[in-house]
């Protein structure tokens, strides 16, 4: 059971905890906890709607002095106030005003739901935690800024580390791995995606395959030929890669022979080189590159706007009660001469009203789009290992109208919310960041199991 309530501290009583009284329990109530805190005390019921506790209990649960409703658990004789969540990240400043350096806005904003969404939210890295004592020093955003209060460890950990070569830190990874199997937290949204192995696993499932491009890892030239032949153009992209970067789009002309490849180089420019055979293309632009990192992937004939190429963005989170549901969706245009629709190759980001003049063409591709990304979504959590909680897909749609996946990405990036008429998404999916730790945290109390099996 939870609920949604005011918390009061109160300076003139001691040994003092007052909940609802329509909050029911079938036992008596004797513990109070906060994060993995915990203290014996007697707890009353008043007729308020709100929490209240005495300053010296406040005080022995390390609770900041922030001012938000919380919500409240009732395990076994424990009443749990929360919940607290811990962003995990790292890159760290010694600056307070900017403390995880050009990422501190972005996290500032997350943060700044806290109050509407009833959970307390902190940002913290391997260095802020004190083992010994069990509590961290956490960063948090309240009343404009950054402040840093003793916490004691949380009831969930939301994962925003910044990249795979972070990720793949061994004290990093300790640190993942001590706080859930010793301390029984939940920690959701781990990993990046590799794009082979997200196609690979959604492969299996027959009800969403059909939304994916033929993909392979790339063993021999005579693979290109054989795509090229069959689609007319593929796409070589890193299995790692991100932003966009590193993809190269290759096309065969039948009439003339030719053989093409548009990429963006490393100054940032869009080029479009002519090849008169594909060995003297490979040997040329992807010379001293690992290909055994690389795949290649059926190159689609997209709908196209202004003669540019559109994909989507779509995001989905989970929501309070566990389900997924789609938060945002964009249309992305690409730049002139691009091989993406990132913002940083020239592309734009529209809404769907914008691209699609049509009422009801615009119902149809929100329909078309939801509908793949939920069921994606879905897939996805039941194929990949541990706690999803928030997905970004990119997904075209071709001249014939059907849907496909080019990329899911476990932390996606927040460019599409540049457009001024997608801002109210932005707040959304942010709230539901913090929202579904609600819902992790009285799984973790209720039902344990799920969480951690």
């Not at 301390?183 to 027959?206: A, C, H, S, T």
Request: hydrophobic share 40%; charged share 25%.
């Amino acid at each position: 059971m939870k609920k949604y309530f005011p918390l009061e501290i109160l300076d003139h009583s001691h040994q003092k905890v007052c909940i609802p009284s329509q909050i029911k329990s079938n036992v008596k109530l004797t513990k109070i906890a906060f994060g993995t805190h915990m203290i014996e005390t007697e707890i009353e019921q008043h007729n308020r709607q709100s929490i209240s506790l005495s300053r010296d209990i406040a005080e022995k649960l390390l609770l900041p002095p922030i001012k938000i409703p919380m919500h409240l658990f009732i395990a076994n004789e424990t009443v749990i106030i929360g919940p607290l969540v811990g962003v995990f990240t790292s890159g760290f400043t010694p600056f307070l005003l900017r403390p995880i350096g050009e990422r501190s806005l972005f996290f500032a904003k997350l943060l700044s739901v806290k109050k509407s969404v009833g959970a307390l939210p902190f940002i913290f890295g391997e260095q802020h935690i004190n083992w010994e004592q069990g509590t961290i020093h956490g960063l948090f955003y309240h009343l404009d800024g950054w402040k840093t209060y003793e916490v004691p460890f949380p009831n969930v950990v939301y994962d925003r580390l910044p990249n795979r070569k972070t990720e793949r830190q061994t004290s990093l990874r300790l640190v993942k791995e001590r706080l859930q199997s010793e301390y029984m937290i939940p920690w959701y949204n781990p990993g990046f995606f590799n794009k082979l192995d997200v196609n690979d696993r959604l492969q299996q499932n027959e009800n969403i395959n059909t939304f994916l491009p033929e993909t392979y890892a790339f063993s021999s030239f005579s693979d290109i030929e054989q795509m090229l032949s069959k689609y007319g153009h593929v796409f070589i992209k890193p299995m790692n890669g991100s932003l966009g970067l590193g993809i190269h789009q290759i096309l065969f002309d039948k009439v003339e022979g030719s053989y093409f490849c548009r990429y963006r180089d490393l100054t940032g420019q869009n080029k479009l080189i002519k090849f008169s055979t594909l060995e003297s293309l490979m040997g040329r632009i992807f010379k001293g590159k690992n290909l055994n990192r690389m795949l290649i992937q059926q190159g689609i004939y997209l709908l196209r706007k202004d003669k540019r190429p559109v994909d989507f963005r779509v995001h989905t989170n989970k929501d309070e009660k566990g389900n997924w549901i789609v938060t945002a969706i964009a249309a992305k245009l690409a730049g002139a001469g691009s091989v993406t629709t990132h913002v940083k190759s020239g592309g734009v980001i529209k809404t769907i009203e914008e691209v699609f003049p049509e009422i009801e063409e615009q119902k149809e591709v929100k329909r078309k789009l939801a509908d793949a990304a939920i069921k994606l979504s879905e897939a996805l959590e039941e194929s990949m290992e541990g706690i999803i909680g928030e997905i970004g897909f990119d997904l075209g749609i071709d001249r014939n109208g059907a849907v496909w996946l080019f990329e899911a990405n476990s932390k996606p990036g927040r460019s599409i919310f540049s457009n001024p008429q997608l801002r109210e998404y932005d707040l959304l999916t942010r709230k539901l960041s913090l929202s579904f730790a609600i819902y992790l945290t009285e799984r973790a109390i209720s039902q344990p199991e799920e969480i951690f099996k």
